[in-house]
């Protein structure tokens, strides 16, 4: 059991969001040290959170000085199991995958794309970033050779079945679900991870 899986998913969530942050001051400013105040501030979160999230991870800070940002970038990283640059895939039509690729530039956060899928037929063999884009089909044999356990999707509706299907059955255990569907079939074991733009667009009305 890796040390990850003693902690509770909200807090695994939490920290992957100290991780993405603390990436984001490491390309920007560049400030080498930060408190849990400063942590909890800006990401709105109380301080006691925070502190209680990081007690899971072997390094301490000096009170009234704080954390070495690198360091805990580096530990955050080793307790999330996430290399330098954690590969995944992306699922989704050739323009949706350009859109992605500009909106979320995957390397400034400690991700890389290993390989992209379309469900369009036409779409096997363009290219987006240097990289081609596969056929759906693809997916078991090219995500096996990769070793990629973590996939984005954002495909159409329809496809949403047979792509968690084939991701599945090419060792794909991770998925972040951009395509607005509310409750997908998909093989056990799989964790499916949410981001419902229509709800979210929906719950803004009334705040």
């Known amino acids: 059991m890796t040390e990850s899986a003693k902690a509770p998913e909200s807090t695994l969530l939490r920290l992957s969001r100290y991780h993405c942050f603390l990436g984001e001051l490491q390309h920007g400013s560049g400030e080498p040290r930060i408190t849990s105040h400063e942590l909890a501030d800006e990401l709105g979160l109380s301080e006691e ?6 007690s899971y991870i072997d390094v301490h800070g000096r009170p009234g000085v704080g954390y070495d940002t690198g360091e805990l970038y580096r530990a955050l990283r080793d307790f999330l199991d996430l290399t330098a640059w954690h590969p995944f895939v992306v699922v989704g039509n050739q323009d949706v995958l350009r859109g992605l690729a500009i ?3 995957a390397e400034e956060f400690g991700l890389k794309v290993a390989a992209y899928f379309s469900e369009r037929a036409a779409d096997a063999g363009a290219v987006v970033c240097g990289e081609p884009v596969h056929a759906l089909s693809e997916i078991p044999r090219v995500t096996s050779g990769l070793g990629v356990s973590i996939a984005l999707v954002a495909c159409a509706p329809q496809a949403v ?4 299907e084939l991701l599945g059955q090419g ?3 991770g998925v972040l679900m951009l395509t607005p569907v509310l409750r997908p079939q998909h093989p056990d074991g799989m964790s499916i991870t949410f981001f419902r733009m229509p709800c979210a667009l929906k719950s803004l009305v009334s705040a």
């Open 49 to 54: 959170t925070v502190r209680r999230d990081l």
């Open 103 to 105: 909106t979320f530039p």
């Open 161 to 164: 079945a047979e792509t968690l």
């Open 171 to 173: 060792g794909v255990h």
